[in-house]
């Protein structure tokens, strides 16, 4: 897998074979000898580059059914749990894959990504687009989370769920000593239930964030953060098995 | 290195050789010995449980002479940049070493970081710190990085440096195709610069961004943002070599 | 002038004449003898209540040619510089009158708003609107403040122009010892200047604000932060004569 | 009452009584002559300005045994509501009279503003408050006003109490057609159970919104908001009966 950027910074994802646009074809061979930073020109003339697989680019321009985590939230889990490579990571629902793919790119080919999704569809293009990416170190599991976490001595457990108190149990026995327990949710009602849930299960260190990331555009007529903003994403609630 | 934790929740870094607390000392034996989930106990009776060694865990504990980037900034350069295992990373500077850590964690052994420091001693610190980590792919060079970056074909460049627009000329040099630039900067008036001197080096994508992370507090008395919260860390400019 | 609202909370201004609507209508009589609070229905039944007049209902109804500021941003410079009844203000420029209506509701008869309008267009609309409301402590001046203030001993002056620091040095004369000059801008270069001229001006208590305000949508399914929020509006700078 | 600024912008409340500060004293007769803007010295020659009684400063300089609402809030309530010259308010708790004041000081001769206070300290604090600024137009029960409120056709009702919802049955009994009733409560918990209340009530157009006012400063080492910043003050509800 490759990925091409026109003049119009408009990205493609291409595949061993020819790829065909609007404006011609470039042949198989082309893409297959193609590297990073080469230049390729369809028989009709029109330029693409080739960049680096970037694994946001490729979330981006990824199959999927469902809305995805923003990298502004997969970022904030990377940096309040320290998460690297080797790591053992739990996750559920896989959903598209997005947090999957962040997570794999970054635990690399010592660590590993279980991914749990009950929605036989959703864990088949999870699947379908982890294979496409070339990631080695993940498994997905067309499975409830809420009926156990088969896995253990895990360093991070993240959820993604409607109803994540029910894995806090199971979460805790799977955690290494020192490990973290991540939880995503949109709504307040849903940080208080966990927060308590948590407590009652003896986890530690837990904080609750909300991330509001303001973006400023900088433009001639002056600069202000973007009245259009993204606003509110999810709360974010980070404890520790201690 | 190991790290250890009280039952206050205080942690401590221990060497392999012995661990003096108030409340008595740990034999070098027991140390070298214990694994991650094993308790330790001092000739008094006090006792340690060892936890994974986190890469925040190890940060907060080492030793430094000034302030250092936030998880929460940290998170986001890697949420935005979408680093992983095996990249090549650029950063300055250094100061204690956070941000230099963090991206060793995850670029991994296949990955490297190279950071540079103009002022000796705290090239010298951070050398300490990393050293004591023991992860085996960071270079520090005691160099103003104002000089030229030496280094070719690299995935990500970090600057947390008063001045960081006397680098971006040479941050694209040295970056691939589809490489980030990212700079963080406490004030307005640096990133509207850093903005105007990135368009002119022929960056794309340019975003400049504000995290304002905000912590709830959960209690009985009712749950509440903390009004003694962070508030205000830097801006976040990213861009891209395309 | 009275307003109506029907039972799906949509509201009507009605003048003293007969009220057509989609659903017949109420008579002249009807209208004029109407008090708050009454329920009037027209000849096919449908309903409206009468309610008092706020001038936040009025605001949103009356006519306007241009965006208007929002009743936080009016909020916060009423709240900041303790605006009350009796006090003298003089702004510029007008637009459709929303925040000329909004003063002059808070100063009430033995105060009064002089407002400043270079656009004649805009400035008959405001008159028209002002008129309307029955408000008689304004007067609206087509006249480009940036030649001049010519009222004197005044409470307050509130800017909302392109370019507020041209009015800057005729705002301190103009204004009593303790007044105080509100300056709202979108941008942050606008505040930037704005608040090296007023240092040089001789103002005191600098204080430039952003209101982020936040809206939480309490619904069956859970509340939040309204994802849609209107984010960033301007940032307001105020300061004093003293 | 007179307020007097030193020329370190530090202020001071004044009686007609002589003045003893630190540096010598001022006559009653030049207290009780003196006008806004007039300079008057002390025999030792330090010198101060009279500026005109801002409520702001006011309410900065009284006698208070609680915190007080910050002009931020006070004003978003101002704002969202309409509130102006002739309207009568009814507000709870009365705590040191900071609203109370600000409301007045709107509402004005031909308003009212009605306060209920059931501690009797409290009470007595904040009529000593009121009757040195010289407010005619309030009136501070020493009741508490989960008992029923006794005023009738009111435009605005004003909750900061730890258990405003059981206000809110009485609350709507006592407003206006199209009148408002504001709910200040600090935590979550409190706007859910409002939420609620108020709607089995019958209040319509429900808006929970959040301020977070950030201020920026701008120095000469350049601009960035304030990292010692207020934060969450609290939540404030404001509702209608139509």
Known sequence: MKILIDNKEKKYIVKNEEFHTEKGLITKEDIINAKEGDKLKTHMGKEFTVIKPNINDY???????????????????????????????????????????????????????????????????????VKQYGLENTTIKNKDITEGIEEEDIDMIFLDLPNPWDVIESAYSSLKIGGFLAIYTPYIEQFQTVHKVLKKNGFKNIHVREGNIKEIEVKNKGSRPNSRMAGHTGYITISRKL
């Open 59 to 129: 979330i981006e321009l990824m199959k999927r059914k469902c809305s995805i985590l923003l990298p502004q939230d997969i970022g904030l889990v990377i940096g309040f749990t320290g998460l690297g490579h080797k790591d053992k990571v739990v996750e559920a629902g896989t959903g598209a894959g997005a947090s999957l793919l962040s997570f794999a790119n970054i635990v690399g080919p010592e660590g590993h990504v279980t991914s749990y999704e009950k929605r036989e569809e959703f864990a088949q293009i999870a699947k379908d687009n």
